[in-house]
């Protein structure tokens, strides 16, 4: 970390580089962009070599962000525990394209840190941490331990989305779509749990990721071989648990599973699972329903006639109506605080073009 010159500030050198994987440049493009050699931007990146104003400025331009997005105080966290096992196994996603998703998780998380900075946030459920261990092993139990924390009713969970709001998670809705995940969480001190949920997937994909983000932060305090697996049992039983969809799910049928979904608000294909993971339908009979899905085409796309609205956030929401609303912040005073130029800031944040005021829907 350097001074830059006449400023008094200290720049941080490591954000260069956040900021060019949030962008997908590479060193040599940011070079040619800038007009500085490589070995100079090279040097600069690695805290190598001082800087001064213009140098500062230049950066600035050909990264297309306010200069005090390099004297950011905030630190920068690598992919989330989870993430590794899912990059893994899509082998298809470049590195690039992961970089730049990082990157531009650091920055709504650093975005998150401003925005609770002037609120006092006092959720109204807890947020457990579970051992897996003390449930020998069975993260069907843990989902009903928090279903019981939360209070919730039997049947279907009407929202998920508010009982994790609620409960002090942030959830945030962007767009995951080119990494090909669906979520990702993130336990950091200082901030509550949040989840970054890709918008793009549909509406029971979205719930069953979130479900899956939430056994992730209740239960894998440190990764293990078998986490995805647990997490994605953790996410059926907290949707479905047994007591309350087994009986439903007695010779379950492709129309009787199109018709439960939007009660349910699960795929169809969870179904199948669920009952079959429940001996509510034997091998043979699971095996037939997958036929008939594929058979249908809905292994690739459930009917739209049973498709329900996505869950929305409103934590989010509320967060940044109190800057720009409550506190009267305008569009440079956003810039200023959330260090991205403005028009970046309402593509993220859903705000209306130059006037700091969130779009009414």
Not at 182 to 197: A, K
Not at 207 to 220: P, T, Y
Not at 300 to 311: G, L, S
Request: with cysteine.
């Amino acid at each position: 970390m350097l001074q830059a010159a006449d400023s008094g500030r200290i720049f941080r050198n490591d954000m260069i580089g956040l900021r060019r994987r949030m962008l997908s440049l590479s060193q040599a493009e940011l070079s040619n962009r800038t007009g500085i050699a490589q070995g100079t931007l090279s040097k600069i990146e690695q805290g190598l070599k001082e800087v001064n104003d213009d140098l500062v400025t230049r950066l600035g331009d050909a990264l297309e962000c306010p200069v005090s997005f390099f004297f950011q105080t905030e630190r920068e966290y690598g992919p989330p525990m989870s993430a590794h096992a899912m990059f893994r196994k899509k082998a298809s996603t470049g590195q690039k394209v992961i970089d730049r998703i990082i990157a531009e998780l650091n920055v709504r998380i650093a975005h998150a840190r401003k925005f609770l900075s002037g609120v006092e946030f006092a959720p109204e459920l807890p947020f457990p941490l579970y051992d897996l261990d003390d449930f020998q092993g069975q993260a069907d139990a843990v989902a009903d331990s928090v279903r019981r924390a939360w209070l919730v009713p039997r049947g279907p969970i009407r929202s998920l989305t508010e009982y994790a709001e609620r409960a002090g998670c942030l959830v945030v809705q962007c767009d995951l779509d080119e990494a090909k995940i669906d979520g990702v969480s993130y336990r950091i001190p200082g901030l509550p749990p949040l989840i970054f949920l890709n918008r793009r997937q549909p509406a029971d994909r979205m719930r069953f990721s979130l479900a899956h983000e939430i056994g992730h932060l209740v239960m894998h305090t440190y990764p293990n071989p078998n986490m995805e697996q647990e997490a994605n049992q953790f996410a059926s039983a907290l949707l479905m648990p047994a007591t309350d969809i087994g009986p439903e799910l007695q010779g379950l049928t492709i129309e009787k599973a199109a018709y439960m979904k939007p009660v349910w608000k699960v795929s169809m294909a969870s179904m199948i699972y669920r009952a079959s993971e429940l001996g509510r339908i034997d091998r043979y009979k699971a095996e037939y329903l997958w036929r008939q899905m594929a058979t249908r085409g809905f292994r690739t796309r459930e009917p739209q006639a049973v498709d329900f609205e996505p869950e929305k956030t409103s934590l989010i929401d509320a967060l940044v109506d109190n800057l720009t609303k409550h506190m009267g912040y305008s569009a440079d005073e956003l810039v200023e605080v959330l260090h991205l130029n403005y028009d970046e800031l309402a593509s993220m944040y859903e705000l209306e073009r130059n006037t700091g005021l969130r779009v009414v829907k």
